[in-house]
Nanobody, 115 residues
Framework: QVQLVESGGGLVQAGGSLRLPCTTSGSTFGIDVMGWYRHAPGNQRAVVATISTSGRRNYADSVKGRFTISRGDAGNMVYLQMNSLKPEDTAVYYC?????????WGQGSQVTVSS
């Protein structure tokens, strides 16, 4: 089992920045793709960005050029750097990890962007 814990959320003004770290623990050997998703009120949970063990990154169109996903040196931490934040980025942000086909989720971190 893999446990994931997000942190770094909070309240920020539009145009500001936040960095979300996600820490993993437990049996982390074999983690492949890691990613960030978000769930805004009235919407379904949606992918924000993903990164593979080889470093290949994919981003949702709405965050390209503003958000950057990265992994720690050991490969078992994932970060989301969010710049030029907009009110529509307000959501609960979840990190996830895929390990041998199983998907694990963190508990989420609230990000609120005020206008």
């Amino acid at each position: 089992q893999v446990q994931l814990v997000e942190s770094g959320g909070g309240l920020v003004q539009a145009g500001g920045s936040l960095r979300l770290p996600c820490t993993t623990s437990g049996s982390t050997f074999g983690i492949d793709v890691m990613g960030w998703y978000r769930h805004a009120p009235g919407n379904q949970r949606a992918v924000v960005a993903t990164i593979s063990t080889s470093g290949r990154r994919n981003y949702a169109d709405s965050v390209k050029g503003r958000f950057t996903i990265s992994r720690g040196d050991a490969g078992n931490m994932v970060y989301l750097q969010m710049n030029s934040l907009k009110p529509e980025d307000t959501a609960v942000y979840y990190c996830n990890a895929v390990q041998y086909g199983h998907v694990f989720w963190g508990q989420g971190s609230q990000v609120t962007v005020s206008s």
